[in-house]
């Protein structure tokens, strides 16, 4: 029987992309903010509901050179319940990352437990729309406005998510998205920074930085790097922009197979269907009570790989507990992370997941339950 992994890129057809790449044998122009960057900057804004679409060559260097061009210093306030990137931004600019817990329900940052943790030298928040669940942003905004502080969203899973209608991207001062080839919406690798209104020149910093800090031939006027989309990776955005819809579609269906299978039982936590959002279904985290269940976590991860079906344990360990930052932090002052970090599987989502592949994926769960 053939593998099942946690993930499958969407492709778009091959004579579909062919297409898209062909003028590029025309022009020569392969990179450096060419045509099809422009084109898909535009198309995202417009999609996305976003004034600023900044396109970077993967969501690590965007979310990184976001946090370098707002100047941030001092303290930032994350979740180590995320991807180890979130944590790495904060860190590779030279910053303390202070670790928040989460709530239990839907695994984003807890808004309640943010203001105990603001000091003198906090100046942003970084919380992350986990598994694209959208985080209490509202609470985070009226925090991070009285006490003066940045917002910066990792939206690395909530491509197309709305909340009360308007696109994810619309709060805090900005957001980073992934397009990496495990995403929803892809661009193979890739990422963008979003926010709306004018912010002091972020536009052209943002430009700047991922360009080398090059303001123009003879001036260079910031440290920066070299993170820029391509035009190959920009044509694979645009080929699969057109498809976004079909696509979330498909994941929406799969979604609802599994919640049919798995929902009320007891041991089994799924995540909300939370309330004013319209989800773009990312990932199927599902957290284990070992004690209800009859088995843990773990057991069941290694059963399914017996049965050729590769889930993972996004996101164990905590970012705060990995090697590089180990005796750092302390994993005990995020109790909910901790604990769901130990439980959590997320099964496997893709558009093409077969309802057959769900149905066998759930029964073997549902087999081992004790
Ligand atoms: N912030 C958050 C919260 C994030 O989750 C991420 C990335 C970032 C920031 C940084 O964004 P990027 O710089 O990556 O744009 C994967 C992804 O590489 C990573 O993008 C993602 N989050 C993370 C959660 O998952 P791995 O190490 O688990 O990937 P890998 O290679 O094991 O792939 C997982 C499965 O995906 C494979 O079993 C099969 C499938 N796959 C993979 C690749 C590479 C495909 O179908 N096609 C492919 O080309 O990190």
């Known amino acids: 029987m053939e593998e099942i992994l946690v993930t499958r890129s969407s492709m778009p057809g091959y004579e579909e992309y062919i297409e898209e790449i062909r003028e590029l044998w025309d022009s020569h122009w392969l990179t450096n903010m060419g045509k099809k960057h422009r084109e898909l900057e535009q198309k995202l804004s417009s999609y996305l509901g976003v004034e600023h679409v900044s396109l970077f060559s993967n969501g690590h260097m ?23 990137s979130t944590t790495h931004a904060i860190v590779r600019n030279g910053l303390v990352p202070v670790f928040c817990d989460i709530r239990p329900d839907d695994y984003t940052i807890d808004a309640e437990k943010i203001e105990s943790l603001i000091t003198e030298k906090t100046s942003a928040i970084l919380p992350v729309h986990v598994y ?4 209490d942003v509202e609470a985070i905004g009226a925090v991070a406005k009285k006490h003066h502080l940045k917002v910066i969203y990792d939206a690395a899973h909530a491509f197309g998510t709305e909340y009360k209608g308007r696109g994810v991207a619309a709060f805090g001062d900005a957001s980073m998205f992934s397009f990496h080839a495990t995403k929803v919406f892809h661009t193979i690798e890739g990422g963008a920074v979003c926010f ?49 819809a079909e696509e979330t579609e498909k994941r929406a269906r799969v979604a609802a197979r599994y919640r049919e299978h798995l929902t009320g039982v007891s041991g089994i936590k799924l995540s909300p269907v939370q309330k004013d959002v319209r989800p773009n279904y990312a990932y199927f985290p599902v957290v284990f009570d070992e004690k209800l269940f009859g088995c843990g976590r773990d057991e069941i991860c290694e059963m399914l790989k017996r049965h050729g079906i590769f889930t993972r344990k996004y996101f164990y360990p905590l970012t705060s507990s990995f090697e590089c930052y180990r005796n750092r932090y302390d994993a005990s002052a995020t109790p909910v992370a901790s604990e769901t970090s130990r439980r959590v599987l997320t099964l496997p989502m893709y558009a093409d997941l077969t309802e057959e592949d769900v149905d066998r994926i759930c029964g073997l769960i549902l087999q081992a339950k004790r």
């Open 132 to 135: 694209g669940s959208i985080c």
């Open 62 to 84: 965007a979310l990184e050179l976001l946090l370098q061009a707002m100047n941030l210093t001092g303290e930032v306030i994350t979740t180590p319940f995320t991807f180890v």
């Open 196 to 244: 709306n209104g004018e912010q002091d020149g972020l536009t052209e910093d943002l430009y700047g930085l991922k360009n080398f800090g090059i303001r123009n031939e003879e001036v260079v006027d910031a440290v920066g790097a070299n993170s820029k989309m391509n035009e190959f990776q920009a044509a694979m955005g645009l080929c699969n922009l057109r498809h976004i």
